[in-house]
């Protein structure tokens, strides 16, 4: 699995966060999406895929 977001499109909602606290984080000055791993083991897959789901501006892609 690889995974990529795109800070311009965050909208620093934090839904990735709740969903896959594991692999996404939170800039401190302004709620920017910030990806902790871009290729978290499998055991997270399922976190991951919901956190794109729910990501109201569709910034993170996931590939695999």
Do not use: H, N, W, Y
Request: charged share 25%; aromatic share 2%; with cysteine.
């Amino acid at each position: 699995m690889k995974v990529t977001v795109d800070q311009d499109k965050c909208v620093a909602s934090g839904q990735c966060v709740m969903a896959a606290m594991e692999v996404f984080d939170q800039r401190d000055e302004d709620g920017v999406v910030v990806l902790l791993t871009a290729d978290p083991p499998p055991e997270q897959a399922e976190d991951v895929r919901q956190a794109a789901a729910v990501c109201p501006a569709l910034a993170i892609a996931v590939e695999g």
